[in-house]
């Protein structure tokens, strides 16, 4: 099985979308697949640069690059897998593949609202256009969260492509990962709570640092990419007067990250919407509590005072309450309750599901030809 990946960017940056193709590719590699990720641009190093090994990594900066690739390649490609919702790039792979007779599978993540007025309408001109093409040129969708699924299907997915399998994390790695001196190595004083997630507009971590005046002695990290925003989030902090107890770290490893986890008192976050966030997967391998909004896909992996704690998005008082019931309460999530939330979200057993529907349409496609 030889599977390609069509996807915005490289793994010169790791965002969420970046890191769900790695680790599934990854597992594919396992299972002897071929793997080739082909990329559109590479955005500025910095901060998680894992190193793809197995992967093949194709720069098809211009779309006509990208047609050569699909069509030179095509008589050894078994399926073409884009990547992300609303991206010319990913519709375009689809459209060659499709006119080259190369199975379909697309996986939209999540589709961001915006709250300015021009971009939402500009996002639902795209919908009701590109979106609804970009679903008809897909052999299957799968679909990471009931919210995703039915996103989708207002904008056009016929019901019968869709399939619904999780966003996941390679166990693994986490389990196996060495505990390290998180708070000596950076210098953090006292308990902690950590944000993982680029610094871009849709995260909100604003709000993050605004409502931390409410905890004394308490500390926040915030862990991620620049993405746009690290300045003006460092500018609100030395504006509250906080540099004392928010401490921000935009290039630490993998391993470090991992120490985060396993010393924070919990992991918290404010996005305006998500698809579903790994970093939730990745905090309770290590028994973290989460607090997040009521948002996208959180609500179908946070489970209210078993998992984590959930607000209404933008509620500062819900976010407080939320954080003081997590810091009364137990410390780390119950080792059964954990073990049974992990299990449906590894991809050790959800690159088994995707891989079957490769082997799916793959086949159908044959029989087809012949």
């Known amino acids: ?46 901060g998680w640069q894992p190193s793809p090994e197995g992967f093949r990594i194709v720069h098809a900066p211009r779309l006509r690059d990208l047609y050569a690739f699909l069509q030179s390649e095509a008589q050894n490609i078994d399926v073409c897998h884009a990547h992300m919702s609303r991206k010319p790039y990913a519709l375009c792979g689809l459209l060659f ?55 989708s299907l ?22 196996n990962a060495q505990p390290g001196a998180f708070r000596e190595k950076h210098g953090i004083r006292g308990d ?4 993982v997630g680029r610094f871009a507009k849709e995260k909100c971590i ?16 915030l862990i991620g990419q620049d993405d746009g925003q690290l300045e003006n989030v460092r500018q609100l902090v030395n504006s509250l007067e906080l540099s004392n107890r928010v401490y921000m770290l935009e290039k630490i490893s993998f391993e470090d990250v991992y120490s985060a986890y396993r010393e924070a008192r919990g992991l918290v976050m404010a996005s305006r919407n998500e698809g579903l966030p790994t970093v939730v997967l990745e905090a309770a391998v290590f028994g973290a509590f989460t607090v997040a909004p009521r948002v996208g896909g959180i609500p ?33 999530i119950d080792a059964a309750t954990r073990d049974m939330f992990l299990e449906k979200f590894s991809w050790e057993s959800n690159a088994l599901k995707i891989a079957a529907i490769y082997s799916e349409i793959s086949s159908c496609s044959t029989e087809s030809a012949g």
């Open 206 to 221: 604003e709000f993050l640092v605004c409502n931390h005046a409410s905890f004394e002695d308490l500390g926040l990290v």
């Open 97 to 151: 593949s499709r006119l080259l007779g190369i199975p379909t599978v697309f996986t939209p993540h999540c589709f961001y609202p915006s709250p300015e007025l021009g971009k939402r309408l500009a996002k639902r001109a795209y919908d009701e256009t590109l979106s609804r093409l970009t679903f008809r040129l897909s052999n299957r969708v799968i679909n990471l969260t009931p919210r995703d699924q039915k996103d």
């Open 1 to 46: 099985m030889n599977v390609v990946f069509i996807n915005e960017f490289s793994f010169s940056y790791v965002g969420g979308v970046e890191l769900h193709i790695l680790n599934l590719g990854r597992e594919l590699l396992k299972q002897g697949a071929g793997v080739t990720l082909v990329c559109r641009a590479h955005r500025k190093p910095g």
């Open 154 to 175: 207002e904008r056009g997915m016929h019901a019968a492509k869709s399939r619904i399998i999780p966003n996941s994390i390679r166990l693994s790695p986490l389990q």
């Open 192 to 195: 902690f709570l950590i944000h």
């Open 300 to 332: 179908y992996i946070i489970e209210e005072d078993k998992t984590g704690y959930l607000y209404d998005w933008g509620d500062s008082s819900g976010y407080v309450a939320c954080v003081r019931r997590m810091l009364e309460g137990p410390a780390r």
